[in-house]
């Protein structure tokens, strides 16, 4: 079950990374996959995030998520903000450019899915360094 948590939370490819509050995420991935509350990552777990981040994670999907959490930020300012007739023609602005950044982010997403599998394609020995050139005993070390 640790592995399904480490993929769901980690890998820019997961069904999950919508939620980009990592504390929401974490909890919701544990109940999803039927992990008790009371679990808490040990040390092997907490250094395989860092590995595992390696070997998924690119520049493209670290973009990504930076675009998600500012396309969160946006939503959550267009959910406080009271529409005056002072204010009202920034308001369709933002929600319109909004709109066009949610497609940029899906149409990217499918993107960063082929990037991630050619990047993991690589750590796994199809060229470049693989991860048994280090040894697979330093995977999980600190």
Same mark, same amino acid.
């Given at each position: *079950?640790?592995?399904?948590?480490?993929?769901? *939370?980690?890998?820019?490819?997961?069904?999950?990374?919508?939620?980009?509050?990592?504390?929401?995420?974490?909890?919701?991935?544990?109940?999803?996959?039927?992990?008790?509350?009371?679990?808490?990552?040990?040390?092997?777990?907490?250094?395989?995030?860092?590995?595992?981040?390696?070997?998924?994670?690119?520049?493209?999907?670290?973009?990504?998520?930076?675009?998600?959490?500012?396309?969160?930020?946006?939503?959550?300012?267009?959910?406080?903000?009271?529409?005056?007739?002072?204010?009202?023609?920034?308001?369709?602005?933002?929600?319109?450019?909004?709109?066009?950044?949610?497609?940029?982010?899906?149409?990217?997403?499918?993107?960063?899915?082929?990037?991630?599998?050619?990047?993991?394609?690589? *750590?796994?020995?199809?060229?470049?360094?693989?991860?048994?050139?280090?040894?697979?005993?330093?995977?999980?070390?600190?």
């Amino acid at each position: *079950m640790a592995l399904s948590l480490l993929y769901f *939370m980690y890998d820019p490819r997961s069904e999950f990374q919508f939620e980009t509050d990592e504390n929401e995420r974490f909890k919701n991935i544990k109940e999803e996959v039927g992990i008790p509350d009371s679990w808490k990552p040990d040390k092997h777990f907490t250094a395989a995030i860092k590995t595992y981040k390696y070997l998924t994670n690119t520049t493209s999907s670290l973009t990504l998520e930076k675009n998600r959490k500012a396309l969160e930020k946006v939503d959550d300012y267009l959910d406080s903000v009271v529409v005056t007739d002072d204010n009202a023609t920034k308001i369709v602005k933002i929600i319109a450019d909004r709109s066009e950044l949610a497609v940029s982010i899906s149409k990217a997403e499918k993107e960063i899915y082929k990037d991630v599998e050619e990047h993991s394609a690589k *750590m796994r020995g199809k060229g470049g360094s693989t991860i048994g050139d280090q040894g697979i005993e330093n995977l999980f070390n600190d």
